[in-house]
């Protein structure tokens, strides 16, 4: 339960911090509408505000957050793309970064290298407490809202 609190966490976080708007994040959902998943965060980004790459190159990080949180949480530096539970997230990435790079192998480099930067990014502090703070508040309320995201994620950053 905690590795997928971090998850959600990191999707929440990033997305918070890049412009996007989180409508919830639970460590409990409701699989009656697709196939069975630990976690779920709904965001949503308000197009008008980004350029169509800027939009895609946020996404992608929002979609690769989950990931990294949860590599960092259990210390295991796995590839996103080669952890069955992280399938989801990576073919949004992947699907995401195809705008930005057409080429396969440009792709993946471009993928692995966003990874990195997450994981160095997100390891900083205060991010990390951020994070940390996030997840601590799902495993004691499996569910957030939109403003209980901001104002917890807001303590820590000053945003």
Same mark, same amino acid.
């Given at each position: 339960?905690?590795?997928t +609190? ?12 890049l412009g996007a708007?989180v409508?919830?994040?639970? &460590? @409990?959902p409701d699989?009656?509408d ?5 976690? !779920?965060?709904? &965001?949503?980004w308000k197009?008008s ?10 996404a992608v990080?929002v979609?690769l +957050? ?6 960092l949480y ?7 793309g080669l ?5 989801? !997230? ?5 699907e995401?970064?195809a705008?930005l &790079? ?6 993946l ?5 966003t ?7 997100m390891?900083?502090?205060?991010n990390?407490s +951020? &994070?940390?703070?996030?997840? @601590? ?6 569910t957030?809202e ?7 994620i807001? !303590?820590?950053i000053?945003?």
């Open positions: 339960m905690e590795p +609190a971090y998850h959600e966490a990191g999707h929440a976080f990033m997305a918070t911090r708007r409508k919830s994040v639970t &460590i @409990d699989n009656d697709g196939p069975e998943r630990f976690g !779920d965060t709904q &965001i949503f197009r505000k980004f350029s169509d790459r800027e939009f895609h190159e946020r990080k979609s +957050a989950g990931p990294v949180a949860e590599m259990t210390g295991d530096p796995f590839h996103p952890v069955a539970e992280w399938a989801h !997230d990576w073919q949004a990435a992947w995401l970064a705008v &790079i057409p080429d396969d192998r440009r792709r480099e471009y993928l692995e290298q990874t990195g930067e997450l994981y160095r990014f390891d900083a502090e205060p990390w +951020a &994070i940390a703070a996030l997840a @601590d508040h799902l495993l004691a309320h499996e957030l939109t403003e209980e995201v901001r104002d917890i807001r !303590d820590w000053g945003m």
